[in-house]
């Protein structure tokens, strides 16, 4: 059966691709973060049955009413926040998430930015750039002994408490949603959210972008962080008060911070933690290494084709 398929803000993989022109897929693709009216535009001109969603703003019922055809949304991730999924829903369309497909590749950036922060592993390289040999600017630490906090329990933070447990830290996580078989050893429950911020050396956050979540971890919350801990950022940039955690950033309060998300992206180029010494800025990658790209993509063409198949769609991937 011939089948169009509109990835929205650039191509999947090309094993994803593949599968999708195996199975008789047209494929057509707009170039990263469109423009609505474009988005519009596309939906009306190429009329598919399944619309791929990667890096974009936001996908709401107009876009999704612009092809009378459509029959799924499939997430090229595992975050659905810029998916419109109630209005999904009272459409008939169920939109579909690559769960797990890149939890490794995220747990492993969430460790890769921890060990950069506290082995100052930028400001060294930056001192010896500038000509700086001098071992006396270093201080780094241990993580041994020191206590991870992580605020989500689902794949990624379950993977990165493994990890961490492996160097010899101590896990504490909290999270009200997750099952009880989340908070198996390594990882210690802490019922309050207060208690890990009060607690942790290194907050590390793995929790989706909801109603629940957004602005999550604000200024309140930034001042209840030990002083000179770490923050880490692979979730999303709302959960946060940027503004405050810049603050505390720039006074030494909180001694550094890996951010990977950003509450607008791309961020503007004057963004303080773009400026900051003590942060550890990447342009929402962890979940997008070569790896994880190519599971990602394989997985999204998959839910492209269970659902155009006409089987219910797949509880384990179905967002809404
Ligand atoms: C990455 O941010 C994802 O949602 O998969």
Redesign the pocket.
């Known amino acids: 059966m011939g089948f169009t398929v509109v990835t929205l803000g650039s191509q999947i993989a090309d094993e994803g691709v593949a599968l999708l022109r195996e199975a008789g897929a047209t494929l057509v693709a707009t170039a990263a973060y469109p423009p609505k009216d474009e988005m519009i535009a596309m939906l009306t001109r190429h009329r598919p049955e399944a619309v791929m969603v990667r890096l974009v703003k936001r996908i709401d019922e107009d876009v999704m009413r612009a092809s009378p055809s459509l029959k799924v949304i499939a997430?090229h991730?595992?975050?659905?926040d810029d998916v419109d999924t109630a209005a999904a829903r009272r459409l008939g369309i169920p939109v579909m998430l690559?769960t797990g497909c890149?939890a490794q590749s995220?747990a492993e950036h969430a460790l890769a930015v921890m060990l950069a922060l506290v082995k100052d592993l930028s400001r060294q390289d930056a001192h010896m750039r500038a000509g700086r040999f001098d071992k006396s600017l270093y201080h780094g630490r241990e993580l041994r002994g020191m206590t991870l906090g992580l605020v989500g329990l689902g794949q990624i933070g379950r993977g990165f408490a493994r990890m961490a447990a492996a160097i010899g830290m101590k896990i504490v996580g909290y999270d009200p949603f997750a099952p009880d078989s989340a908070f198996e050893a390594p990882v210690a429950r802490v019922r309050e959210l207060d208690t890990l911020l009060e607690t942790a050396d290194v907050v590390s956050l793995h929790c989706p972008l909801t109603d629940a979540t957004r602005g999550l971890i604000g200024r309140r919350e930034i001042s209840l962080i030990k002083r000179g801990a770490y923050l880490i950022n692979?979730a999303?940039g709302e959960v946060i008060d940027e503004a405050a955690l810049a603050e505390a950033l720039a006074s030494g309060a909180i001694a550094g911070a890996g951010i990977d998300?950003f509450s607008v992206e791309p961020p503007p180029a004057t963004h303080p933690f773009l400026r900051l010494p003590n942060t550890i800025v990447t342009p929402?990658v962890?979940?997008?290494t070569d790896d994880a790209k190519r599971e990602?993509s394989l997985q999204t063409a998959r839910n492209v084709l269970a659902v155009l198949s006409g089987a219910p769609p797949d509880r384990r991937y179905l967002a809404n």
């Open positions: 997430k991730a595992v975050g659905c690559a890149n995220v692979t999303r998300s929402h962890a979940g997008v990602v």
